[in-house]
């Protein structure tokens, strides 16, 4: 199989050292994937205009690398909320194949950095559209950045994905655990179709 050529989207604050998002940009490229993993501009105090900015180009630099494999993209925390706004307007040369949405914030969790990624004005048609095979949401049942019904119902329900919940897992982050994650390297790989069952 041909290795993948992948773009990876960090939420707010970044992925640093220790996340599972910057574990997986390494396990990529010894895997032999291209891999692109941008600081989004001014990652402490989020601009979603100034962020959807940065994806476009982004998106442009990934169907440009060589390799000719899948184009996956992989979203954290509000890098999901950007996708979930920009997805209307990606050009068609720049829709990928595959897209995993993991631990969406939602507006409910009140924190002001965030406010002005809501409302996303999203529409199923064009989140689904955005992936030619396939768009995964992964999630848990007691998110902190996503209180009350949990991204499962508030994203989930609404944008037509089937959710991967994995319970009692937080925000899937570095305080919640998650440094390395082989099964998420393993569906980004195509390794595997589901990451529920191995968190």
Excluded: K
Excluded at 58 to 74: K, S, T, Y
Excluded at 86 to 94: G, N, S
């Amino acid at each position: 199989m041909t290795p993948p050529r992948v773009l990876i989207l960090h939420g707010w604050h970044g992925s640093p050292p220790g996340h599972w998002q910057h574990w997986l940009a390494g396990e990529l490229r010894a895997a032999g994937a291209a891999v692109r993993f941008p600081a989004l501009p001014a990652c402490d105090t989020p601009c979603p205009d100034r962020w959807g900015a940065a994806l476009h180009p982004e998106l442009a630099a990934l169907a440009a690398l060589p390799g000719g494999g899948e184009r996956v993209v992989c979203c954290h925390s509000l890098g999901c909320v950007l996708w979930f706004r920009e997805a209307h307007r990606l050009a068609p040369a720049h829709r990928v194949d595959r897209v995993v949405l993991v631990a969406p914030p939602c507006p409910g969790s009140a924190v002001p950095e965030l406010a002005r990624f809501y409302p996303t004005r999203a529409q199923r048609e064009d989140v689904l559209g955005a992936a030619r095979d396939e768009t995964l949401l992964v999630c848990s049942d007691d998110d902190p950045y996503c209180p009350g019904t949990g991204a499962a119902e508030h994203w989930g329900r609404p944008l037509g994905l089937e959710p991967d919940v994995l319970p009692g897992q937080g925000h899937l982050n570095i305080e919640a655990g998650y440094g390395p994650w082989p099964a998420m390297a393993d569906w980004v790989l195509g390794r595997r179709e589901r990451l529920a069952a191995a968190a």
